[in-house]
C-alpha cells in the first residue's frame, strides 16, 4: 500500500514497507526528484537504516553472553510499518518489536518515521523510544535516501555538492563493507566537491568528523537543484553506483563496525544507548 500527500508546491508518496520514500515531485517543475529504484542499479529509494547502519563483523554481535545476526542495515527497511496518523501536511508510521525481531535484536522499542509537508520543504523525522521499564536499549539509525542528479547518468559529473561548514573532508576507508582507520582526503574547492563516479569506487564516503549541517547540490551553472539539512545526526554517508545517476546523502547516528571491534554491541563505537522510557528524535529536510 502506498500513501500519498501533497501541497502547493510538492507531492510525496511512501510505501507501507518500510515506511519508505518513492516519490518527491517538485509540482512547479514536474520533476520527480527521488531515484526510481531502477533494479539494474540499487532496488530502493529512501530506506531508513535501523537497529544497525552498516554492516556487522561476521554479520554478528554479542550482547549479555548471547551472539545474535543481524543483515547488513538492520530489519527495518523490510517491515511493514503501521500509518499511525494521516493528517493535510503529514504522515506518521510506527513500528515496534515484535516475537519475529526480538530473536535477533533483544530489545523492546518503537520508531517513527514522520513526514511533513512544510511549504517548499519535506521534512523527515524519527524517533526511537525504549518501551521497556528497567533495561537499556542500543541502536544506530540511518537515514539513506537517493535523489536523481540530471535527467540522465552522464550528467552526473557536472554536478557538485556545497558543505555549508567544511573547507575539507576525511572519509575513512571500508574494506569488506568494515570500516578501517586509514583514511583518504577528500578535495573541496570553495567548499565544493565535483561529483564523480570515481570517489565511489572503494564504496560509500564514510565521514565521521564532518562540521556541515547542509548540504546543496548544485548543477553545472552553480545553481541550486536541492538543499539537503539534518540535525542530530552526527556522521554522515555518500553513495552511488557507477553509470546510475543517483546520489545517496545519508545522515546517520551510527556506522558499521571498524574491523578490529570485539564485536560487543555495548561497545560498538557510534552505538545510541537510551534509558528506560526515555526518547530519541533526529530529522532531515530537502527544500527546492
Keep these: 500500500m502506498t500513501y500519498h500527500l501533497e501541497n502547493q508546491h510538492l507531492k510525496i508518496a511512501i510505501a507501507l514497507k518500510g515506511a519508505e520514500l518513492k516519490s518527491l515531485v517538485n509540482k512547479a517543475t514536474q520533476q520527480e526528484i527521488v531515484w526510481q529504484g531502477n533494479p539494474d542499479f540499487w532496488a530502493k529509494s529512501s530506506p531508513v537504516l535501523f537497529p544497525i547502519v552498516g554492516t556487522l563483523k561476521n554479520g554478528m554481535y554479542g550482547y549479555e553472553a548471547k551472539e545474535y545476526q543481524l543483515p547488513r542495515h538492520g530489519f527495518a527497511r523490510d517491515y511493514h510499518f503501521v500509518a499511525e496518523e494521516l493528517t493535510d501536511s503529514q504522515l506518521i508510521f510506527s513500528l515496534e518489536a515484535t516475537e519475529e525481531t526480538l530473536k535477533v535484536y533483544p530489545f523492546l522499542f518503537k520508531l517513527q518515521i514522520i513526514y511533513t509537508l512544510k511549504d517548499h520543504c519535506l521534512e523527515v523525522a524519527y524517533t526511537v523510544k ?62 565544493k566537491l565535483p561529483l564523480d563516479y570515481k570517489l565511489f569506487e572503494n564504496d560509500a564516503l564514510v565521514l565521521l568528523n564532518m562540521k556541515s549541517d547542509k548540504i546543496t547540490l548544485l548543477n553545472e551553472d552553480d545553481a541550486s537543484v536541492l538543499e539537503f539539512s539534518f540535525a542530530n545526526f552526527p556522521y554522515f554517508g555518500l553513495w552511488t553506483v557507477k553509470d546510475s545517476g543517483f546520489l545517496c546523502l545519508e545522515p546517520w547516528a551510527g556506522f558499521s563496525d571498524f574491523e578490529t571491534h570485539n564485536q560487543q554491541l555495548e561497545n560498538k563505537a557510534g552505538i545510541n544507548i537510551l534509558q528506560p522510557k526515555e526518547t530519541w528524535s533526529a530529522w532531515w529536510s530537502v527544500c527546492f
Excluded: M
Design 130 to 191: 525504549n518501551v521497556s521499564a528497567t533495561d537499556l536499549l542500543y541502536f544506530s539509525l540511518g537515514a539513506h535516501p537517493a535523489f536523481k542528479v540530471g535527467e540522465i547518468a552522464a550528467a552526473f559529473n557536472n554536478y557538485s555538492l556545497h558543505f555549508n561548514k567544511d573547507t575539507e573532508l576525511k572519509a575513512n576507508n571500508l574494506k569488506d563493507g568494515l570500516l578501517t582507520t586509514a583514511k583518504q582526503n577528500v578535495v573541496l574547492k570553495d567548499q
